[in-house]
């Protein structure tokens, strides 16, 4: 769904998500991070003020962590989602899940995580952002992917685009702990926000129906419910955010 501006894309993600919580109190969400989704959150905030929604019965789980990253950094993804969105809801804190940027052991932790996923039932509406380079959650384009929740190196590509966020690029951590394409597939629900002319070509890849793993978008063309919801710049490659 093509919308004319960012702010209408983020209305429609957010009922979307409404409308999720309200057919299930106790819906289990997957969530991003990133610019693309933060006017969602602040719709999501004001329906959750004005009694539209309510997260007392929800559980969250993020699609990825920078690794190594303490919870209480201000980079880290724990701290953007408690200081845009978590802390501003009536969600219990101890149903929001994001994977421990300080976990000794990665692998366990990513192991712990998808475990804690398939137990609580399975996501049943994940709402995904896109990279320029087409990667969803930490799911870098290269020859072979990652099925289930691994600790990732982010390509330098990402890295210079997320630097915007830190002082300096070297700040910026080499890796990440994030859901596999596995992990995204099991959603039962997904739906991806693009957002700006940077996001044009891995759009067009993703919505061209063919399948590389050179744009991990593209597999979700085998997932049966996935809404694209993008603006007019990322669909026709417009201005710049
Ligand atoms: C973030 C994530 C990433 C972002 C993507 C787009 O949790 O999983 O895949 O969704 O890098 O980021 P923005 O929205 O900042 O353009």
Same mark, same amino acid.
């Given at each position: 769904?093509?919308?004319?501006?960012?702010?209408?894309?983020?209305? #429609?993600?957010?009922?979307?998500?409404?409308?999720?919580?309200?057919? #299930?109190?106790?819906?289990?969400?997957?969530?991003?991070?990133?610019?693309?989704?933060?006017?969602?959150? &602040?719709?999501?905030?004001?329906?959750?003020?004005?009694?539209?929604?309510?997260?007392?019965?929800? #559980?969250?789980?993020?699609?990825?962590?920078?690794?190594?990253?303490?919870?209480?950094?201000?980079?880290?993804?724990?701290? !953007?989602?408690? &200081?845009?969105? !978590?802390?501003?809801?009536?969600?219990?804190?101890?149903?929001?899940?994001?994977?421990?940027?300080?976990?000794?052991?990665?692998?366990? &932790?990513?192991?712990?995580?998808?475990?804690?996923?398939?137990?609580?039932?399975?996501?049943?509406?994940?709402?995904?952002?896109?990279?320029?380079?087409?990667?969803?959650?930490?799911?870098?384009?290269?020859?072979?992917?990652?099925?289930?929740?691994?600790?990732?190196?982010?390509?330098?590509?990402?890295?210079?685009?997320?630097?915007?966020?830190?002082?300096?690029?070297?700040?910026?951590?080499?890796?990440?702990?994030?859901?596999?394409?596995?992990?995204?597939?099991?959603?039962?629900?997904?739906?991806?926000?693009?957002?700006?002319?940077?996001?044009?070509?891995?759009?067009?890849?993703?919505?061209?129906?063919?399948?590389?793993?050179?744009?991990?978008?593209?597999?979700?063309?085998?997932?049966?419910?996935?809404?694209?919801?993008?603006?007019?710049?990322?669909? &026709?490659?417009?201005?710049?955010?």
């Amino acid at each position: 769904m093509v919308f004319e501006s960012y702010t209408e894309m983020c209305n #429609k993600a957010a009922d979307i998500v409404a409308e999720q919580i309200t057919l #299930k109190s106790h819906s289990v969400l997957g969530l991003p991070t990133g610019l693309t989704p933060v006017k969602m959150y &602040e719709i999501l905030i004001e329906k959750n003020k004005n009694g539209e929604i309510d997260f007392s019965d929800v #559980k969250t789980f993020n699609l990825d962590e920078y690794y190594p990253v303490s919870p209480i950094d201000k980079h880290s993804y724990r701290y !953007f989602m408690n &200081e845009t969105f !978590f802390k501003k809801i009536n969600i219990k804190m101890e149903n929001t899940c994001i994977l421990n940027g300080q976990a000794e052991d990665a692998e366990k &932790e990513c192991d712990m995580y998808q475990k804690l996923i398939e137990k609580s039932g399975g996501i049943d509406l994940l709402i995904l952002g896109i990279g320029r380079n087409g990667h969803i959650g930490f799911n870098e384009p290269d020859e072979y992917l990652l099925s289930y929740t691994h600790k990732t190196r982010l390509l330098q590509e990402t890295i210079e685009v997320n630097s915007k966020l830190f002082d300096d690029v070297s700040e910026v951590p080499e890796y990440a702990l994030t859901m596999g394409i596995g992990t995204i597939m099991q959603a039962k629900r997904i739906i991806l926000l693009a957002s700006g002319k940077s996001k044009y070509k891995a759009l067009r890849e993703l919505m061209a129906g063919k399948i590389t793993t050179l744009n991990p978008s593209t597999l979700l063309n085998v997932h049966p419910c996935v809404t694209v919801l993008c603006d007019r710049d990322a669909y &026709e490659g417009g201005k710049e955010k």
